[in-house]
């Protein structure tokens, strides 16, 4: 029997979690948790992002700004923004979406975050101690995999998960992350990516597949063995003339054809996405009440 990871059905359960948090902290004349987020250009697949990391502050009785800077905007203009965000003494937490623009270099950008509102978790400073099993704020897609893998008691410890692709954003934090000796976690892990050799050997030796590559429909049946769970971090969007928004969404994983030989699996849309968004909410929430750095 094959078990749908829900995500958008968890996730909604955390943003009424958080919501019912702040209305008590509110009540107590506590702070309102404030994000922000900086968009520099017009990515369509960023600004769907942005937006709905907007709306589910709304949701969830944060208050949210945007921040927008042309394409053509210097990094020197960027770190500005960067070092009037990290001043303000009203926002708690604050991303900076990627893509970067090419002429900007990410990490120096990453690097101007104040470590204590990086609720993204990608200044080196929280990478580390995301390594050494330290609290800081974990980065949201990560996150929502492991609070995805916690919510439906998916037992890890022991188990050989494999992951595809090496982002800093995902695939190489989720390889920490699924290593630690924590719940979930104590997983043996091995990290692929796009010079691995013979890639089927590895993923039929997986209990537990995670796949973030970014190539539509990359992982088919013949990959993966019975009973594996699958976790689909991709989202490509391609041109359709048969939906209203223009395009459609794949995963990275060919759900038709793995999801029988699966014990779980996420859907795309509908798994990682909305425990991404659940996910920087927690963060914010925790850099609201300080409970990372004090
Ligand atoms: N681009 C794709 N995923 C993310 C994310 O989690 N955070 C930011 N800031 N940008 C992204």
Do not use: W
């Amino acid at each position: 029997m094959t078990t749908i990871l829900d995500g958008k059905l968890i996730s909604e359960q955390i943003q009424a979690e958080i919501l019912l948090d702040v209305n008590t902290l509110k009540a107590q004349g506590g702070k309102t948790p404030h994000l922000a987020a900086v968009l520099v250009g017009n990515d369509g697949a960023s600004e769907t992002y942005v937006a709905a990391k907007v709306k589910a502050c709304e949701k969830a009785g944060f208050i949210s700004s945007l921040v927008r800077l042309p394409e053509t905007a210097t990094e020197q203009e960027l770190l500005a923004k960067i070092d009037e965000l990290n001043k303000d003494t009203a926002i708690d937490g604050y991303i900076v979406q990627l893509p970067l623009p090419k002429h900007i270099h990410e990490h120096k950008i990453m690097e101007a975050i104040s470590p204590q509102k990086d609720v993204d978790g990608f200044h080196p400073q929280n990478v580390g101690r995301m390594a050494l099993n330290l609290p800081t704020y974990l980065p949201a897609t990560p996150y929502g995999i492991m609070q995805l893998l916690e919510r439906y008691k998916i037992d890890t410890a022991g188990k050989h998960c494999v992951v595809i692709g090496r982002s800093h954003i995902v695939g190489s934090p989720i390889s920490i992350l699924m290593a630690r000796n924590a719940v979930p976690g104590n997983c043996t892990v091995t990290l692929c990516h796009s010079r691995t050799a013979n890639l089927k050997e590895h993923t039929l030796k997986a209990d537990i597949l995670i796949v973030a590559l970014g190539k539509s429909e990359f992982v088919t049946a013949d990959m993966v063995k019975d009973g594996v769970v699958v976790i689909d971090v991709g989202i490509t969007r391609i041109a359709s003339d048969k939906t209203k928004s223009g395009f459609k969404l794949f995963g990275d994983v060919n759900y038709e054809e793995v999801a029988p030989k699966a014990s779980f699996i996420t859907p795309v849309p509908g798994g990682i996405g909305p425990m991404t968004i659940a996910s920087l909410l927690i963060n914010t929430l925790k850099a609201s009440k300080k409970e990372v750095y004090n």
